[in-house]
C-alpha cells in the first residue's frame, strides 16, 4: 500500500479537500506528502507553482 502523494514539481499553500469541501491539509509545501492519516476516498488539491500559477487535481486514496 503506498502513503505518499508524489508530484511532478515543488508547489507552495497547498491545501488538500475531502469533496465536501473540508479542508484536510492545510498550507503544505514540497513534492511529497504522507497521506497515511488520510481516510480512503477522493480528495482536491489546491496548490501554486513557482510561477505564480494555481494547480488543481484530484487524488483518491485507496
Same mark, same amino acid.
Given at each position: 500500500? =503506498?502513503?505518499t502523494?508524489?508530484?511532478?514539481g515543488?508547489l =507552495? #499553500?497547498?491545501n488538500v479537500?475531502d469533496?465536501?469541501?473540508?479542508?484536510?491539509?492545510?498550507?503544505?509545501?514540497g513534492?511529497?506528502f504522507?497521506?497515511?492519516?488520510?481516510?480512503?476516498?477522493?480528495y482536491?488539491?489546491?496548490?501554486?507553482? #513557482?510561477?505564480?500559477e494555481?494547480?488543481k487535481?484530484?487524488?483518491?486514496?485507496?
Amino acid at each position: 500500500m =503506498q502513503n505518499t502523494l508524489k508530484l511532478s514539481g515543488d508547489l =507552495q #499553500n497547498i491545501n488538500v479537500y475531502d469533496l465536501s469541501g473540508k479542508v484536510i491539509l492545510r498550507n503544505c509545501s514540497g513534492k511529497e506528502f504522507n497521506v497515511t492519516t488520510l481516510s480512503s476516498g477522493i480528495y482536491n488539491l489546491t496548490g501554486v507553482n #513557482n510561477k505564480g500559477e494555481i494547480t488543481k487535481f484530484k487524488f483518491i486514496k485507496k
